[in-house]
């Protein structure tokens, strides 16, 4: 996996390489209400940026839906101990009317 990761990283680097020095003819997009024009390497960053807060906005949501499982988690726990509590005192209290009834004849 390491491996993979490295080339994908070399590819990468290699790609914003090109795009700087190879990247000067203009282009034109067209947006619908207005057209970009700029450098092949200008539109290769814009597009490598818009990646970038795809990525960040993916791992945004992982974090999420980590946090929120283990709250969750947390809550079950909760009130798994909140019931043995529950349990105990309910015990301890039936415990206790037992042993004054038990001192009272």
């Known amino acids: 996996m390491f491996v993979a990761a490295l080339i994908v990283l070399i590819i990468a680097v290699l790609l914003v390489i090109a795009a700087l020095f190879g990247g000067s003819d203009n282009t034109t997009i067209d947006l619908g209400a207005f057209n ?3 450098d092949a390497a200008v539109v290769f960053f814009l597009g490598m940026g818009t990646l970038l807060l ?3 906005s993916l791992g945004m949501f992982r974090s999420a ?3 929120a499982s283990a709250r969750r ?3 079950k726990k909760v009130s798994e101990l909140s019931t043995k509590l ?3 005192k309910r015990d301890e209290r ?3 009317d ?3 009834r038990n001192d009272n004849r």
């Open 36 to 38: 970009l024009e700029a």
């Open 98 to 100: 037992d042993l004054d």
């Open 73 to 75: 988690a947390d809550r």
């Open 86 to 88: 529950d349990e105990y």
């Open 65 to 67: 839906a980590k946090r």
């Open 94 to 96: 039936d415990n206790n």
């Open 54 to 56: 795809f990525v960040m």
